[in-house]
Protein backbone atom coordinates (compact mmCIF):
# COMPACT_ATOMS: atom_id res chain seq x y z
CA UNK A 1 0.00 0.00 0.00
CA UNK A 2 1.63 3.47 -0.90
CA UNK A 3 1.91 5.94 2.02
CA UNK A 4 -0.36 8.53 2.17
CA UNK A 5 0.36 12.56 0.39
CA UNK A 6 1.10 14.77 3.16
CA UNK A 7 -2.46 15.81 4.91
CA UNK A 8 -3.68 19.26 3.64
CA UNK A 9 -5.91 20.81 5.82
CA UNK A 10 -8.42 23.18 4.47
CA UNK A 11 -9.09 26.01 7.08
CA UNK A 12 -12.75 26.61 8.20
CA UNK A 13 -14.82 29.19 7.01
CA UNK A 14 -16.99 31.01 8.83
CA UNK A 15 -20.72 29.38 9.12
CA UNK A 16 -23.59 30.46 6.90
CA UNK A 17 -27.08 29.51 6.19
CA UNK A 18 -27.94 27.28 8.67
CA UNK A 19 -27.34 27.48 12.42
CA UNK A 20 -27.19 24.38 14.84
CA UNK A 21 -30.80 24.52 15.80
CA UNK A 22 -31.74 24.47 11.73
CA UNK A 23 -28.98 22.11 11.28
CA UNK A 24 -30.98 19.91 13.77
CA UNK A 25 -34.03 20.39 12.09
CA UNK A 26 -33.30 19.80 8.72
CA UNK A 27 -31.23 16.82 9.54
CA UNK A 28 -33.67 14.87 10.91
CA UNK A 29 -35.43 15.49 7.69
CA UNK A 30 -32.69 13.55 5.92
CA UNK A 31 -32.21 10.41 8.21
CA UNK A 32 -33.45 8.27 5.16
CA UNK A 33 -33.11 4.61 5.98
CA UNK A 34 -30.41 2.71 4.32
CA UNK A 35 -30.56 1.15 0.62
CA UNK A 36 -31.39 -2.54 0.18
CA UNK A 37 -27.85 -4.51 0.73
CA UNK A 38 -26.00 -1.19 2.30
CA UNK A 39 -25.39 -0.84 6.22
CA UNK A 40 -27.77 0.66 8.50
CA UNK A 41 -26.42 3.56 10.71
CA UNK A 42 -26.21 2.88 14.25
CA UNK A 43 -28.76 4.52 16.44
CA UNK A 44 -27.54 7.15 18.37
CA UNK A 45 -28.74 10.77 20.49
CA UNK A 46 -29.26 13.96 19.24
CA UNK A 47 -26.18 15.28 17.37
CA UNK A 48 -23.47 16.77 19.54
CA UNK A 49 -22.50 20.15 19.67
CA UNK A 50 -18.98 19.95 18.29
CA UNK A 51 -19.86 16.79 16.12
CA UNK A 52 -16.48 16.92 14.96
CA UNK A 53 -13.86 18.91 17.48
CA UNK A 54 -10.62 17.78 15.11
CA UNK A 55 -12.04 17.99 11.74
CA UNK A 56 -13.04 15.70 9.28
CA UNK A 57 -11.11 12.87 7.61
CA UNK A 58 -11.70 12.71 3.40
CA UNK A 59 -9.85 9.56 1.83
CA UNK A 60 -9.94 9.49 -1.89
CA UNK A 61 -8.37 7.78 -4.88
CA UNK A 62 -5.13 9.29 -6.46
CA UNK A 63 -3.23 10.34 -7.94
CA UNK A 64 -2.70 13.95 -7.48
CA UNK A 65 -4.22 15.94 -9.88
CA UNK A 66 -6.49 13.38 -11.13
CA UNK A 67 -10.63 13.43 -11.57
CA UNK A 68 -10.95 12.83 -7.72
CA UNK A 69 -8.19 15.24 -6.22
CA UNK A 70 -9.36 18.09 -8.42
CA UNK A 71 -13.33 17.48 -7.35
CA UNK A 72 -12.23 17.13 -3.97
CA UNK A 73 -11.02 20.77 -3.62
CA UNK A 74 -14.32 21.62 -4.78
CA UNK A 75 -16.67 19.16 -2.39
CA UNK A 76 -14.25 19.29 0.32
CA UNK A 77 -14.93 23.30 1.23
CA UNK A 78 -18.53 23.09 0.08
CA UNK A 79 -19.42 20.17 3.14
CA UNK A 80 -16.97 22.65 5.70
CA UNK A 81 -19.20 25.41 4.77
CA UNK A 82 -22.73 23.34 5.31
CA UNK A 83 -21.66 22.33 8.64
CA UNK A 84 -21.02 25.35 11.32
CA UNK A 85 -18.66 25.95 12.70
CA UNK A 86 -17.35 25.10 9.74
CA UNK A 87 -14.78 21.56 10.83
CA UNK A 88 -11.88 21.69 8.64
CA UNK A 89 -11.95 18.59 6.15
CA UNK A 90 -8.61 16.87 5.80
CA UNK A 91 -8.18 15.24 2.40
CA UNK A 92 -5.87 12.06 2.06
CA UNK A 93 -4.88 10.81 -1.45
CA UNK A 94 -4.34 7.03 -1.09
CA UNK A 95 -3.15 5.00 -4.09
CA UNK A 96 -4.45 4.82 -7.75
CA UNK A 97 -6.87 5.93 -9.52
CA UNK A 98 -9.39 2.55 -9.15
CA UNK A 99 -10.06 3.10 -5.51
CA UNK A 100 -8.93 -0.16 -4.08
CA UNK A 101 -6.24 1.79 -1.68
CA UNK A 102 -8.75 4.40 -0.71
CA UNK A 103 -11.21 1.65 -0.10
CA UNK A 104 -9.13 -1.02 1.94
CA UNK A 105 -7.82 2.16 4.26
CA UNK A 106 -11.65 3.08 4.83
CA UNK A 107 -12.57 -0.42 5.58
CA UNK A 108 -10.05 -0.13 8.52
CA UNK A 109 -11.83 2.63 10.49
CA UNK A 110 -12.92 1.01 13.71
CA UNK A 111 -15.09 3.36 15.44
CA UNK A 112 -17.09 5.16 12.69
CA UNK A 113 -18.26 8.30 14.72
CA UNK A 114 -18.94 9.89 11.53
CA UNK A 115 -15.57 11.85 10.82
CA UNK A 116 -14.16 9.61 8.11
CA UNK A 117 -15.50 10.09 4.58
CA UNK A 118 -14.71 8.06 1.20
CA UNK A 119 -14.31 8.86 -1.77
CA UNK A 120 -14.24 6.85 -4.88
CA UNK A 121 -14.88 5.96 -8.09
CA UNK A 122 -17.26 3.16 -9.86
CA UNK A 123 -14.04 1.28 -10.30
CA UNK A 124 -13.75 0.31 -6.26
CA UNK A 125 -16.84 -1.43 -6.61
CA UNK A 126 -16.52 -3.28 -9.95
CA UNK A 127 -13.16 -4.82 -8.26
CA UNK A 128 -15.09 -5.71 -5.48
CA UNK A 129 -17.63 -6.95 -7.28
CA UNK A 130 -15.41 -9.14 -9.81
CA UNK A 131 -12.97 -10.88 -7.15
CA UNK A 132 -10.00 -8.62 -7.27
CA UNK A 133 -8.09 -10.32 -4.32
CA UNK A 134 -6.42 -6.58 -3.94
CA UNK A 135 -9.47 -6.09 -2.03
CA UNK A 136 -10.77 -5.91 1.68
CA UNK A 137 -14.14 -4.44 1.84
CA UNK A 138 -17.39 -4.47 2.00
CA UNK A 139 -19.16 -2.42 -0.62
CA UNK A 140 -22.49 -3.12 0.99
CA UNK A 141 -20.97 -1.62 4.29
CA UNK A 142 -21.03 1.91 2.49
CA UNK A 143 -23.82 4.67 3.26
CA UNK A 144 -24.03 6.80 0.35
CA UNK A 145 -24.15 10.22 0.63
CA UNK A 146 -23.83 11.57 -3.12
CA UNK A 147 -23.02 10.24 -6.36
CA UNK A 148 -21.60 11.87 -9.36
CA UNK A 149 -22.64 10.27 -12.59
CA UNK A 150 -21.89 10.30 -16.30
CA UNK A 151 -23.98 8.50 -19.16
CA UNK A 152 -22.99 5.31 -20.47
CA UNK A 153 -23.85 4.58 -23.99
CA UNK A 154 -22.95 2.01 -26.33
CA UNK A 155 -22.41 3.41 -30.03
CA UNK A 156 -22.35 1.39 -33.31
CA UNK A 157 -21.59 2.12 -36.84
CA UNK A 158 -24.61 2.26 -39.07
CA UNK A 159 -25.80 -0.97 -39.79
CA UNK A 160 -25.05 -2.36 -36.61
CA UNK A 161 -28.18 -4.00 -35.60
CA UNK A 162 -28.37 -5.81 -32.01
CA UNK A 163 -30.31 -8.40 -33.36
CA UNK A 164 -30.35 -11.90 -31.73
CA UNK A 165 -27.44 -14.22 -32.56
CA UNK A 166 -25.47 -11.25 -34.66
CA UNK A 167 -22.50 -11.49 -33.41
CA UNK A 168 -20.84 -8.14 -33.35
CA UNK A 169 -17.08 -6.75 -31.87
CA UNK A 170 -16.85 -4.67 -28.72
CA UNK A 171 -14.00 -2.19 -28.28
CA UNK A 172 -12.65 -2.70 -24.73
CA UNK A 173 -9.70 -2.75 -22.75
CA UNK A 174 -9.85 -5.27 -20.44
CA UNK A 175 -12.83 -7.59 -19.76
CA UNK A 176 -13.37 -6.31 -15.99
CA UNK A 177 -13.14 -2.56 -17.00
CA UNK A 178 -15.97 -0.06 -17.65
CA UNK A 179 -16.94 -2.14 -20.88
CA UNK A 180 -17.97 -4.87 -18.62
CA UNK A 181 -21.43 -3.18 -18.30
CA UNK A 182 -21.67 -3.10 -22.27
CA UNK A 183 -20.91 -6.66 -22.32
CA UNK A 184 -23.78 -7.46 -19.98
CA UNK A 185 -26.32 -5.52 -22.06
CA UNK A 186 -25.80 -7.17 -25.19
CA UNK A 187 -25.54 -10.58 -23.03
CA UNK A 188 -28.99 -10.06 -21.87
CA UNK A 189 -30.84 -8.42 -25.41
CA UNK A 190 -29.30 -11.74 -26.57
CA UNK A 191 -26.83 -10.26 -28.70
CA UNK A 192 -23.11 -12.38 -29.02
CA UNK A 193 -20.63 -9.67 -28.50
CA UNK A 194 -16.91 -10.49 -29.44
CA UNK A 195 -13.93 -8.87 -27.17
CA UNK A 196 -11.51 -6.89 -28.59
CA UNK A 197 -9.78 -6.27 -25.67
CA UNK A 198 -5.98 -4.39 -25.34
CA UNK A 199 -7.36 -1.05 -26.09
CA UNK A 200 -6.34 0.80 -22.90
CA UNK A 201 -7.17 4.58 -23.25
CA UNK A 202 -11.18 5.90 -24.50
CA UNK A 203 -8.96 7.20 -27.45
CA UNK A 204 -7.68 3.82 -28.70
CA UNK A 205 -11.29 2.51 -28.23
CA UNK A 206 -12.63 5.38 -30.56
CA UNK A 207 -9.78 4.58 -33.14
CA UNK A 208 -10.45 1.17 -33.58
CA UNK A 209 -14.16 1.63 -33.83
CA UNK A 210 -13.16 4.51 -36.39
CA UNK A 211 -10.98 2.34 -38.00
CA UNK A 212 -13.60 -0.74 -38.24
CA UNK A 213 -10.99 -2.66 -36.02
CA UNK A 214 -14.42 -3.05 -33.83
CA UNK A 215 -18.32 -2.81 -34.73
CA UNK A 216 -19.41 -1.33 -30.90
CA UNK A 217 -17.82 1.14 -28.88
CA UNK A 218 -18.87 1.93 -25.55
CA UNK A 219 -18.90 5.15 -24.18
CA UNK A 220 -18.81 6.74 -20.49
CA UNK A 221 -17.00 8.96 -18.34
CA UNK A 222 -16.85 13.42 -18.08
CA UNK A 223 -17.93 14.61 -22.01
CA UNK A 224 -19.74 11.69 -23.22
CA UNK A 225 -22.30 13.56 -25.02
CA UNK A 226 -19.05 15.63 -26.60
CA UNK A 227 -17.97 11.95 -28.12
CA UNK A 228 -21.14 10.96 -29.10
CA UNK A 229 -21.32 14.00 -31.31
CA UNK A 230 -18.03 13.11 -32.88
CA UNK A 231 -18.68 9.75 -33.87
CA UNK A 232 -21.93 10.40 -35.39
CA UNK A 233 -19.88 12.83 -37.23
CA UNK A 234 -18.03 9.63 -38.82
CA UNK A 235 -21.16 7.31 -39.23
CA UNK A 236 -21.44 6.54 -35.23
CA UNK A 237 -25.09 5.58 -33.79
CA UNK A 238 -26.01 5.59 -30.45
CA UNK A 239 -27.60 2.48 -29.94
CA UNK A 240 -28.55 2.60 -25.95
CA UNK A 241 -27.87 4.03 -22.59
CA UNK A 242 -27.36 2.24 -19.67
CA UNK A 243 -30.17 4.32 -18.15
CA UNK A 244 -30.32 5.42 -14.29
CA UNK A 245 -32.86 4.67 -11.38
CA UNK A 246 -35.49 7.38 -10.19
CA UNK A 247 -35.16 8.41 -6.63
CA UNK A 248 -37.51 5.15 -5.86
CA UNK A 249 -35.27 2.94 -7.63
CA UNK A 250 -37.60 2.62 -10.83
CA UNK A 251 -35.31 2.19 -13.85
CA UNK A 252 -35.51 5.09 -16.11
CA UNK A 253 -33.90 7.01 -19.47
CA UNK A 254 -30.58 8.97 -18.43
CA UNK A 255 -31.31 12.58 -17.73
CA UNK A 256 -28.38 13.88 -19.95
CA UNK A 257 -29.62 11.99 -23.09
CA UNK A 258 -33.22 11.55 -22.40
CA UNK A 259 -33.84 10.89 -26.14
CA UNK A 260 -32.41 7.45 -25.68
CA UNK A 261 -33.99 4.60 -24.96
CA UNK A 262 -31.97 2.61 -22.05
CA UNK A 263 -31.08 -1.23 -21.91
CA UNK A 264 -34.35 -1.73 -19.96
CA UNK A 265 -36.25 -0.28 -22.70
CA UNK A 266 -35.18 -2.86 -25.09
CA UNK A 267 -35.24 -5.55 -23.31
CA UNK A 268 -38.94 -4.87 -22.26
CA UNK A 269 -39.78 -4.34 -26.17
CA UNK A 270 -38.29 -7.81 -26.87
CA UNK A 271 -39.72 -9.63 -23.72
CA UNK A 272 -42.82 -7.55 -22.39
CA UNK A 273 -40.96 -7.57 -18.88
CA UNK A 274 -38.05 -6.21 -17.03
CA UNK A 275 -35.26 -8.03 -16.76
CA UNK A 276 -34.89 -9.81 -13.21
CA UNK A 277 -32.82 -12.37 -11.53
CA UNK A 278 -29.06 -12.85 -11.11
CA UNK A 279 -27.86 -11.69 -14.59
CA UNK A 280 -29.84 -8.74 -14.62
CA UNK A 281 -28.77 -7.57 -10.77
CA UNK A 282 -25.11 -8.47 -11.87
CA UNK A 283 -25.56 -6.31 -14.96
CA UNK A 284 -27.30 -3.69 -12.30
CA UNK A 285 -24.31 -3.21 -10.62
CA UNK A 286 -21.83 -2.85 -13.54
CA UNK A 287 -23.73 -0.41 -15.03
CA UNK A 288 -24.29 1.45 -11.61
CA UNK A 289 -20.46 1.21 -11.43
CA UNK A 290 -19.60 2.24 -14.97
CA UNK A 291 -22.01 5.47 -14.14
CA UNK A 292 -20.29 6.38 -11.60
CA UNK A 293 -17.65 9.22 -11.85
CA UNK A 294 -17.37 9.23 -8.01
CA UNK A 295 -18.96 8.24 -4.83
CA UNK A 296 -19.19 10.23 -1.17
CA UNK A 297 -20.16 7.40 1.58
CA UNK A 298 -19.46 6.97 5.45
CA UNK A 299 -18.91 3.94 6.98
CA UNK A 300 -21.74 1.42 7.98
CA UNK A 301 -23.04 1.75 11.64
CA UNK A 302 -22.13 6.03 11.64
CA UNK A 303 -24.55 7.10 13.89
CA UNK A 304 -27.73 8.19 12.86
CA UNK A 305 -27.58 11.85 13.49
CA UNK A 306 -24.27 12.36 12.21
CA UNK A 307 -25.39 10.48 8.72
CA UNK A 308 -28.17 12.67 8.32
CA UNK A 309 -25.82 15.94 9.20
CA UNK A 310 -23.59 14.75 6.56
CA UNK A 311 -26.72 14.21 3.77
CA UNK A 312 -27.72 17.60 4.37
CA UNK A 313 -24.15 18.74 4.01
CA UNK A 314 -23.91 17.14 0.50
CA UNK A 315 -27.16 18.51 -0.68
CA UNK A 316 -25.97 22.21 0.30
CA UNK A 317 -22.59 21.34 -1.52
CA UNK A 318 -23.92 19.79 -4.56
CA UNK A 319 -25.80 23.16 -5.05
CA UNK A 320 -22.85 25.12 -4.25
CA UNK A 321 -22.58 27.38 -7.63
CA UNK A 322 -18.63 25.69 -8.21
CA UNK A 323 -19.78 22.60 -8.05
CA UNK A 324 -22.72 22.80 -10.22
CA UNK A 325 -20.84 24.52 -13.06
CA UNK A 326 -18.57 22.01 -13.01
CA UNK A 327 -20.60 19.52 -13.01
CA UNK A 328 -22.43 21.14 -16.11
CA UNK A 329 -18.70 21.43 -17.88
CA UNK A 330 -18.11 17.80 -17.39
CA UNK A 331 -21.73 16.71 -18.03
CA UNK A 332 -21.69 14.89 -14.77
CA UNK A 333 -24.97 14.71 -12.60
CA UNK A 334 -24.60 15.48 -8.68
CA UNK A 335 -27.19 12.83 -7.18
CA UNK A 336 -28.06 13.75 -2.94
CA UNK A 337 -30.59 12.06 -0.63
CA UNK A 338 -32.75 9.13 -1.70
CA UNK A 339 -31.30 9.69 -5.70
CA UNK A 340 -28.13 8.93 -4.16
CA UNK A 341 -29.00 6.10 -2.59
CA UNK A 342 -30.60 4.51 -5.43
CA UNK A 343 -27.72 5.25 -7.86
CA UNK A 344 -25.55 3.63 -5.45
CA UNK A 345 -27.80 1.00 -4.40
CA UNK A 346 -27.10 -1.70 -7.32
CA UNK A 347 -23.75 -1.48 -6.17
CA UNK A 348 -24.35 -3.66 -3.03
CA UNK A 349 -24.83 -6.58 -5.42
CA UNK A 350 -26.26 -10.02 -3.86
CA UNK A 351 -23.99 -13.37 -3.88
CA UNK A 352 -26.59 -14.94 -6.43
CA UNK A 353 -25.72 -11.84 -8.76
CA UNK A 354 -21.91 -12.06 -7.84
CA UNK A 355 -21.95 -15.67 -8.70
CA UNK A 356 -23.41 -15.03 -11.73
CA UNK A 357 -21.19 -12.33 -13.06
CA UNK A 358 -18.03 -14.36 -12.52
CA UNK A 359 -19.65 -17.13 -14.48
CA UNK A 360 -20.22 -14.55 -17.29
CA UNK A 361 -16.37 -13.17 -16.84
CA UNK A 362 -14.98 -16.98 -16.81
CA UNK A 363 -17.30 -18.72 -19.77
CA UNK A 364 -18.06 -15.74 -22.16
CA UNK A 365 -14.70 -13.47 -21.58
CA UNK A 366 -12.24 -16.28 -20.25
CA UNK A 367 -10.96 -14.33 -16.91
CA UNK A 368 -10.58 -15.46 -13.61
CA UNK A 369 -9.55 -13.61 -10.21
CA UNK A 370 -6.08 -14.29 -9.64
Avoid: C
Avoid at 95 to 104: E, H, I, K, Q
Avoid at 336 to 355: D, K, N, R, W, Y
Amino acid sequence: MRSPAPLRAIAPAKPGGLGRRGLLAAAATLALPAAPGFAAPARAPALPVHPFPHGAQLLLAGPPRGLLDAWSLLLAPALRGAIPPGPPIIRHLLGGRDGVTAANRFAAVLAPAGETLLMMPGEAARAWAVGDPRVHYEVGHWVPLLAATTPGVLVGRDGAVLRAGRRLTLAAATPVGADLAAFLALELLGVAAAPLFGLATPAARRAAFLHRAADLVFLTGPGVPAQLAALARVGGRALFSLGAPTATGEPGRDPLLPRLPSVGELYLERTGHLPSGPFAAAFAAMAAASRLAFGLALPGLTPAALVALWRLAASAAAAAPALAAAAHHQDLRLAVGPLAIAEMAPLAASTQALLALRHFLAARLGWHPR
